[in-house]
């Protein structure tokens, strides 16, 4: 239970492990999420799974290194176990035939986007996939989205692909679209969910964020998580993760993510480097 | 009175022994455990004291009956061994209920010298005994019954659970818990401090219900890794020990910004998560100088106290009603006004205010005066208009109180809940709404106590066997 039976480093500072854990793998759906611990002093972290394979008994999840924990992470390498690996948590993704749904990616929501898009194929809608990153060489798993959706579309911010620029272009591209799509999916940074949100609100297209607020245990007992939606105090690990774009205190949400950034900081200067080097790169919003 | 126990009586110090602990300036620098301990002599000299009833109230005070006087009297004759057996026929985890039982209010408040000399330190000598067995390094592993073929799925760690698994393994049926941390012991583990329970003692338990033969299965969410339905596929019995680990807020503006904390978060932060360690430890934690705790229970003194150890200048428990209605055990809120945190009484916040990046700053207060009792028989909190006032604090801890977390009762089709939240079980057994299953301990009393949910687990592991032999629910 909890090895690693896969490891890899899918774009600069974006890692992919491949966990055995099948009483997930038989339960999770997509927009679900699990707690991993790298080791027994670890932080408890969340993380959505990015796929999984019953028959095999596996997960998948992808994340950036951008901390002490997630650096942990990083250094493990195959046959090694994670301590804990629990789940699945949080609610899985609404899905149904919507009609055209364009879903968009940026950082690790480009591999938690994939069941979803996969699902929403599978229920019958037309999916049109949006990479959104720094530049061309931080996008992955392109092959499998056009195996999968009716469409993709990049946006970069240096312009090596696609659209140039910020998630701003989002607009752009949805006016390019035949029809105006039925719902937007966002998976990705605070940044790209909150500046996706904001593009979309004017435009009146419901608009599905997977919050990935700082948790603790994900069953609700902590209270960490909580994140104003529609003006109601919400848990992201039991109520969400995922809500309304245009409902969720992006201010305060964004307040609450950066709460430990310092004492980050400071197990950075005190910890002695792993293995593995640790460069403090981080996603292209967040500051 | 009789003339034996008249003549006893003036040959020894009547008074109530007091057990040794840290100093107050020390203590609150440290995580290590407040009190020491009876030593071997002070037991027995307290032991002494005991009137040995002939229709003993301490033994109604408890609730779970533990024979007081037998134990009591196998101290005075230096015989622990025999005091330890007696108090496990009822108790199966007294090093714990030694140290965390409101005993001012159960057994102690029941005795008879409770308005002459002081009443017996009971649960001093509970807690002797049980450190006395664990330092001699063997527990003695009772027998177990023959196998019997029956499986039970127990789910949360916690006393009820813990207790439940260590009464039917002895009865011979195979005992799984499910927990959904990645340690066992529950509240114990993860909310009691340190320094008021060693950790080692929970393990210790843990410990001791594994090598009876209990399989433990931590990282295990019950309703989302499985469902109990699930279960009943391949148990034959399902106990829910799932605790009130939901957080209650106090709805009211500013509950969000950063330095306002639940005390599960904040405790389990510390507790479970080792943040005291921090940076060694990699979950971090905030080095606050003021904190506010709010509320009056043993969770709020817990919080307040682990502020004080965690470097806080000033610690503030805030408290909407007075001194006399606070529900913690009387030995912690002494111990936190000894350690230095101010007790702000009738007093209740009412607005949170931030600074522009969303931390804490200042809490918005206004007095309070008490009224004519509710229903839980306390006298009510009035506001008093136009009293408010702003005190600067950089973080706060909301110790108000949990209610059931709805995770199994939401996944379980059958499972009745009550208006709050809590399962419907039946006192004597356990029984749920649904057929084979039963429950205890917080998750149908709402937040209570470590004795009451141990002595739910206890009845309800009896009628679990009943089940298990006969076949009929
Ligand atoms: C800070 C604090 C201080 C306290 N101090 C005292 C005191 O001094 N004296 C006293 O008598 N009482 C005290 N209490 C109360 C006491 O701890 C509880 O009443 C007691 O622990 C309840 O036991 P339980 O077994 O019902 O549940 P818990 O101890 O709450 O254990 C429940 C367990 O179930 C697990 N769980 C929950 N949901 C699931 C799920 N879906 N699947 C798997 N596992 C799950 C939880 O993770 C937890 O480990 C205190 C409580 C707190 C929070």
Aim: hydrophobic share 40%; aromatic share 6%.
């Amino acid at each position: 239970m909890n090895s690693i039976v896969e490891r890899r480093m899918i774009v600069p500072n974006m890692h992919l492990l491949t966990i055995e854990a099948p009483d997930i793998a038989s339960k999770v759906k997509p927009g679900q999420f699990v707690i991993v611990r790298a080791n027994d002093e670890g932080e408890r972290i969340p993380l959505s799974v990015a796929d999984w394979d019953e028959e095999r008994g596996t997960i998948t999840i992808v994340f950036m290194e951008v901390g002490a924990s997630t650096g942990a992470l990083a250094c493990l390498d195959e046959k090694d176990t994670v301590s804990t690996c629990v789940g699945p948590l949080g609610n899985e993704t609404e899905i149904g035939n919507f009609g055209t749904v364009v879903c968009v990616g940026g950082c690790y929501g480009i591999a938690s986007l994939y069941p979803v898009a996969r699902a929403l194929k599978e229920a019958g809608n037309k999916v049109i996939m949006v990479f959104e990153a720094r530049s061309s060489y931080l996008i992955y798993w392109v092959d499998r989205y056009i195996k999968l959706v009716d469409r993709v579309f990049n946006i970069t911010r240096d312009g090596s692909l696609g659209y140039k620029g910020h998630i701003t272009c989002l607009p752009d591209v949805i006016h390019g679209l035949q029809n105006p799509p039925d719902r937007v999916i966002v998976n990705g940074c605070t940044f790209l969910m909150a500046r996706a949100s904001e593009m979309t609100r004017g435009l009146g297209i419901l608009t599905v964020v997977n919050l990935n607020p700082i948790m603790i245990d994900g069953t609700g007992m902590c209270g960490v998580c909580r994140v104003t939606v529609k003006g109601k105090m919400k848990f992201a690990c039991v109520d969400g993760p995922e809500f309304s774009g245009h409902e969720v205190d992006w201010k305060e949400f964004l307040a609450r993510r950066k709460a430990y950034l310092e004492e980050e900081a400071l197990f950075f200067r005190r910890s002695e480097p792993k293995q593995a080097v640790h460069k403090e790169v981080k996603c292209q919003y967040e500051s | 009175m009789n003339p034996e126990k008249t003549e006893k009586m003036s040959k020894i110090d009547l008074n109530r022994n007091d057990m040794p602990k840290q100093s107050p300036e020390i203590r609150r620098h440290n995580f290590n455990e407040v009190a020491l301990g009876y030593t071997e002599e002070l037991a027995i000299k307290e032991a002494k004291r005991c009137l040995q009833c002939k229709k003993p109230k301490c033994k109604t005070g408890c609730p779970v009956e533990i024979d007081i006087p037998d134990f009591i009297s196998c101290i005075v004759k230096g015989d622990f061994s025999a005091g330890i057996k007696k108090l496990k026929e009822k108790n199966c985890l007294p090093a714990v209920c030694g140290r965390v039982c409101p005993q001012e209010s159960q057994c102690e408040s029941q005795c008879i010298l409770a308005n002459k000399k002081g009443e017996i330190a009971i649960g001093r000598l509970e807690r002797f005994l049980a450190d006395w067995e664990a330092k001699q390094g063997s527990v003695d592993m009772p027998s177990k019954a023959k196998p019997t073929g029956k499986k039970v799925a127990v789910i949360g760690s916690g006393p009820a659970g813990i207790t439940v698994a260590g009464d039917l393994i002895l009865l011979g049926h195979e005992v799984t818990i499910f927990e959904a941390l990645h340690k066992a012991g529950g509240v114990l583990t993860y909310g009691i401090p340190e320094f008021r329970l060693p950790k080692a003692i929970v393990a210790r338990e843990v410990d001791y219900v594994q090598r009876l033969g209990v399989k433990v299965v931590t990282d295990y969410v019950v309703g989302k890794t499985r469902s109990i339905d699930e279960l009943l596929k391949e148990f034959d019995a399902v106990f829910v020990g799932t605790g009130a680990g939901l957080p209650w807020f106090m709805d009211i503006p500013g509950e969000n910004l950063n330095g306002v904390y639940s005390a599960n978060e904040y405790l389990t932060r510390m507790n479970l998560m080792k943040g005291y360690q921090f940076p060694k430890s990699s979950t971090p934690v905030k080095r606050h100088v003021r904190v506010a705790v709010v509320g009056g229970g043993n969770v709020a003194m817990d919080s307040a106290r682990t502020a004080l150890r965690m470097g806080a200048d000033e610690v503030r428990i805030i408290y909407r009603r007075s001194h006399a209605e606070l529900p913690a055990r009387l030995e912690e809120s002494e111990n936190a006004e000894e350690e230095g945190v101010i007790f702000n009484m009738l007093t209740l916040p009412v607005r949170y205010i931030g600074d522009e990046n969303g931390w804490l700053t200042e809490i918005e207060c206004i007095k309070m005066e008490l009224g004519e009792p509710d229903a839980s028989g306390r006298r009510r909190p009035i506001e008093i208009p136009n009293s408010n006032f702003r005190i600067q604090m950089d973080a706060v801890v909301c110790a108000i109180g949990n209610s059931p977390n709805p995770l199994v009762p939401s996944t379980t089709p059958g499972l009745q809940t009550t208006r709050r939240g809590t399962l419907v079980a039946d006192q004597e057994t356990g029984k749920t709404t649904k057929e084979r299953v039963w429950a205890g301990g917080d998750i149908v009393t709402g937040a209570a106590t470590v004795i009451l949910a141990m002595g739910a687990g206890r009845k309800a592991a009896r009628s679990i066997h009943k089940y298990l032999e006969k076949g009929k629910w």
